[in-house]
């Protein structure tokens, strides 16, 4: 299931139900309530403006109205507490359970996870304009190819069946995204770019010395409507230190612990043989947390123009796997594998496969492969 989405729907029943009761007016605007990952330890699993938003047109001091929020909340199936902070904040806690049944729903979709049906018989276009309209300088071809085509994979996947014949700036196009210009190339100088100015190189020249995976994840890393150097020595990089091997790793580590996990007789198993128990480490609850935030991510990345939002998001997924990872080496009570657990075992594991499909996913919006080993 979409967590957000869950989330969004619970609240809205629980302002119907106080609108019901007459204790809230009918008609309340709620499309701008937010549901979004606090910023801080202890403020809960996500953090709503529901009582700062309807507080004007409700005319009702927003602490009463989170406190009557509040308690419609706390009876929700799968929250397990509602603290309300700063002026009206709504901090939620999920339950065990509720973690366990956002999970399945991911390893259910699989690549599905997050897509949508909303477009209807036309493909929408993509074009390109120059961030800065006085500019002589043409734009990059190998951003362009790159931003153009991560963007119309999203669109895809959204249900849009975007058209990926894109188009200048004297065109019409239905997403228009300002790109900034690709600036210069350091690292190695090698005989592929020699002679070139860095917005003449394509997407084929640059993959022809990084690969293309590096080639066109290097084209996301910075904003689109950003100059962007582009540093080959780090997509060349055998580290953590580089996005595309530590994105990479994190798959190919993905694979390497369920095929362990198989040889050790723990294959995979379904939600009612998970022990919930294994969703309240806190490194486990906040990689449960980016699983919940992929198929928002995906949406503003495309309502924002901006890919390397997504690059950015899957980033951070790859880095909680690998922290909890190295944490499970000092600490054999939090390992993957535990085979004087079997039902432990396999929350672990439904949690690896659900890093591995959302990664897996994103990387092939993206434009990239998702290896399932490091070679």
């Known amino acids: 299931m979409d967590l957000i989405e869950w989330l969004r729907r619970g609240i809205q029943d629980a302002v119907a139900s106080l609108q019901t009761g007459g204790r809230l007016p009918a008609g309340l605007d709620l499309t701008s309530i937010g549901i979004e990952v606090p910023d801080r330890t ?9 009582a700062l938003v309807l507080s004007r047109p409700a005319g009702m001091p927003s602490p009463i109205l989170a406190a009557l929020l509040a308690e419609a909340l706390e009876s929700m199936d799968g929250i397990a507490s509602v603290e309300i902070a700063g002026p009206g904040f709504l901090n939620l806690t999920l339950a065990p ?7 399945a729903g991911v390893l259910e979709a699989g690549s599905r ?3 949508g049906e909303r477009g209807g018989a036309g493909h929408p276009t993509i074009g390109f304009d120059a961030t800065d309209p006085q500019s002589t300088r043409p734009l990059s071809p190998a951003r362009c190819e790159a931003v153009g085509t991560a963007l119309a994979n999203m669109l895809d996947h959204l249900g849009f069946r975007a058209d990926r014949q894109f188009r200048a700036p004297s065109q019409r196009a239905d997403v228009v995204v300002r790109l900034g210009p690709l600036v210069g190339v350091k690292g190695r100088d090698p005989t592929a770019v020699t002679g070139h100015l860095a917005d003449d190189l394509d997407l084929s020249m640059i993959a022809g010395i990084v690969g293309d995976d590096a080639a066109r994840l290097g084209m996301l890393i910075e904003p689109a409507d950003a100059p962007l150097v582009l540093d080959l020595d780090l997509l060349l990089d055998q580290s953590h230190a580089n996005p595309v091997f530590d994105l990479h790793y994190a798959h190919a580590r993905c694979r390497a612990l369920r095929q362990q996990a198989e040889i050790r007789g723990h294959g995979d198993s379904d939600e009612d043989r998970w022990d919930v128990r294994a969703f309240e480490d806190g490194g486990a609850q906040l990689i449960l947390r980016l699983l919940a935030l992929y198929p928002s991510q995906i949406d503003l990345a495309v309502r924002q123009r901006e890919p390397c ?7 951070s997924l790859a880095g909680g796997l690998h922290r909890q990872y190295y944490r499970s080496l ?16 396999g929350a672990r594991l439904a949690l690896v496969r659900g890093v591995e499909a959302v990664l897996k996913s994103g990387l092939g919006l993206l434009g990239s492969s998702a290896p399932d080993e490091m070679r």
């Open 330 to 345: 000092g600490a054999p009570y939090l390992r993957f594998i535990r085979d004087d657990d079997r039902l432990l075992t």
């Open 309 to 315: 939002r997504l690059l950015h998001y899957l980033c």
């Open 113 to 115: 996870y997050g897509a």
């Open 42 to 50: 202890g403020r809960g699993d996500f953090t709503c403006n529901a």
């Open 97 to 103: 359970a509720a973690w366990a049944r956002m999970l």
